[in-house]
């Protein structure tokens, strides 16, 4: 097998080959050690080539996208996994998978200036690496200097002004809010614990696209381990919920999976809640049908039910998307704008079921 080298800086041409070589082996000995202290800059793990802005991946750096996006205030996402020489993810099929000490979940947040014109250039601002130790995970994040040529390590969260022209033409301003670490944590995890949220096989898994799915495509080229072909086979992927040709309830049941459901299962910071919104919940009342808040108070909007079936104004879970006071609004991190167009899918949702 042809050798990787997961993480390799970009080359000064005028050092030679050799050096590079040795550089980069340098570079992953010190990263895959757990004890080894965070970069201050992006641009030291070498994930990308040439100019960093141009988020080029180097050999062995996997670019990958989901099929149910996380809304993020209408950032748009470029996403990479580096997996340390010769190492492999392994698949579950129930929750994210597995991967060993070393590997590095990449995903960066940008804004185009004018999102009709995307050749008229993009506007990062923030990347965040979730990053396998020994112990576990542990989250960083970094905010991308006004030049564009690289992103300084912030732990205690930042705010950045943000102005884009969207694709229908409306211009739009927004303080953007980059999350501490402490957030990052209140979103991604399980038992307590922190884990990734978007490598997960009904994530990735696609069936019909034109390069196959990812799954595939990594297992052949020696970055996943083989799937269980019967899992795989029983395995619903989620539904891009922004294709309107989709059936109504794949698309909302998609939308609430990627965009609650990391909280609003039996394992996240919302178990307590007794509602849970996975794609694969099949239970009613655990989805919110016909059933009353654990605890009342302004995040109930003085609606009896988390859904009432045919009335979406008469619903909690709407009413909580469609709120910007930080008390009510859901999710309670990572958004600051009502996403509008995921509001209107949940409400069509909720208005054709039967009562």
């Known amino acids: 097998m042809t050798a990787r080298f997961r993480f390799y800086p970009g080359l000064n041409r005028s050092l030679g080959a050799a050096l590079a070589l040795l550089a980069a082996w340098g570079l992953l000995a010190a990263f895959s050690r757990s004890d080894a202290p965070p970069k201050q800059r992006l641009s030291e793990y070498g994930f990308f080539l040439g100019p960093l802005a141009n988020l080029q991946p180097a050999e062995g750096v996997l670019r990958y ?3 149910a996006a996380l809304f993020s205030d209408y950032a748009e996402k470029a996403r990479f996994i580096a997996l340390p020489k010769g190492a492999r ?15 590095v979940i990449i995903k960066n947040f940008f804004y ?6 995307p050749e008229q250039g993009r506007r990062l601002v923030e990347t965040r690496l979730l990053v396998r130790e020994a112990g576990g995970w542990k989250a960083l994040t970094y905010v991308w200097n006004a030049e564009q040529t690289d992103a300084l390590l912030e732990v205690a969260g930042d705010e950045v002004p943000i102005a884009w022209t969207d694709a229908a033409g409306k211009r739009h301003t927004l303080r953007y809010q980059v999350p501490n670490l402490n957030q990052c944590k209140g979103c991604h995890a399980a038992d307590g614990q922190l ?4 490598i997960s096989a009904e994530q990735l898994h696609s069936i019909g696209t034109p390069n196959g799915s ?3 495509r990594w297992r052949a080229e020696g970055y996943l381990e083989e799937a269980d072909t019967d899992a795989l086979a029983a395995l619903t992927p989620l539904a891009n919920y922004e294709n309107p040709t989709l059936p109504l309830e794949a698309r909302a049941r998609a939308y609430l ?10 394992r996240g910071p919302a178990s307590t809640s007794g509602l849970f919104l996975e794609a694969t919940q099949s239970d009613p009342v ?20 988390s859904i009432t079936p045919g009335k979406p104004q008469e619903s909690i879970l709407l009413y909580r998307m469609e709120q910007n006071d930080p008390g009510i609004r859901m999710p309670e991190l990572g958004r600051q704008l009502p996403h509008r167009e995921g509001i209107e899918l949940i409400r069509q949702w909720i208005r054709q079921m039967s009562p």
């Not at 993810?89 to 590997?103: C, E, L, N, V, Y």
């Not at 884990?195 to 978007?198: R, S």
């Not at 655990?286 to 039910?305: E, F, H, Q, T, W």
Request: proline fraction near 11%; glycine fraction near 12%; hydrophobic fraction near 30%.
């Open 195 to 198: 884990v990734p949220i978007g």
């Open 65 to 67: 996208t989901v099929n």
């Open 286 to 305: 655990r989805l919110g049908v016909n059933k009353p808040p654990v605890a009342a108070g302004r995040g109930s909007g003085n609606r009896k039910y």
């Open 112 to 117: 185009f200036h004018d999102a009709r014109k």
């Open 257 to 266: 999976h990627a965009n609650c459901a990391h909280c609003h299962n039996p």
């Open 89 to 103: 993810m392994r698949f579950r099929a129930d929750g994210p998978f597995d991967f060993p000490t070393g590997s």
């Open 214 to 216: 990812p799954l595939e």
